[in-house]
């Protein structure tokens, strides 16, 4: 199956600062998720975003489908910014693959 | 809006012992439901998938099963918990194979 690798595994940021997450997925995919995990266990949905370039706000996303990997940009980044962000991906299928995750702490 | 719940939001149960978790969905009509499983605070593991009404789909071998009496209610059940069954339980929605969303979860100690 799609194998999905996030970097770097933990980050620590001073508030204020910017910081790129990266992910690398083995195959074609129909379907890449961005998610935060808050302190609370609570699943965020950041983007959908299989190909091309989102923002929302201070996040954007960046997915080159042909080169399998995706970038989630963090700019001025906040403490309320801290917790674990996920990449998912989704072949053909309805299975969605987890990364690892990369946990933020980003300190005031 | 959609949104989607889960109950209880934790639990605490001997070895041995039943389980039933439920998750409903509200605002959308026949979504795709999903069980995953969260251990250590780590990567999510897919449990089932349904995409109607009794379609159940396991992902994993294990003691756990699924149900889907109703279209927008998903149950993950247990006839006899065991210790490595503890962990984070998600349930989540999507409209066919597209964006999931994710319920609070039920935090599960099996002691």
């Known amino acids: 199956g799609i194998q999905v690798e996030q970097s770097p595994p933990d980050l620590i940021l001073q508030e204020g600062a910017n910081s790129t997450l990266r992910c690398n997925f083995s195959?074609?995919?129909?379907?890449l998720q961005w998610f935060h995990q808050n302190p609370w266990g609570q699943l965020i949905n950041l983007f959908y975003?299989?190909?091309g370039t989102k923002q929302n706000g201070r996040l954007s996303a960046t997915t080159v489908a042909t080169e399998r990997y995706s970038l989630l940009y963090i700019s001025s980044s906040q403490t309320t910014d801290s917790g674990v962000y996920f990449c998912?991906?989704?072949?053909?299928?309805?299975?969605?693959?987890f990364g690892a995750g990369t946990i933020l702490r980003v300190k005031s | 809006s959609q949104t989607i719940h889960q109950w209880p939001a934790t639990l605490v149960q001997p070895v041995g012992s039943p389980l039933s978790l439920e998750c409903t969905v509200e605002g959308t009509s026949n979504p795709n439901l999903y069980w995953y499983r969260q251990a250590a605070g780590r990567g999510l593991q897919l449990l089932f998938y349904s995409v109607g009404i009794g379609q159940i789909s396991s992902e994993v071998p294990q003691n756990l099963s699924a149900s889907r009496p109703q279209d927008r209610q998903f149950i993950l059940s247990s006839k006899k918990l065991l210790l490595s069954d503890s962990g984070f339980y998600l349930c989540?929605?999507?409209?066919?194979?597209?964006?999931?969303?994710f319920g609070p979860g039920t935090r599960l100690t099996v002691l």
């Open positions: 998912a991906v989704q072949g053909y299928g309805n299975k969605l693959v």
């Open positions: 195959d074609s995919v129909n379907n």
């Open positions: 975003i299989p190909s």
């Open positions: 989540a929605w999507s409209v066919r194979a597209e964006t999931q969303y």
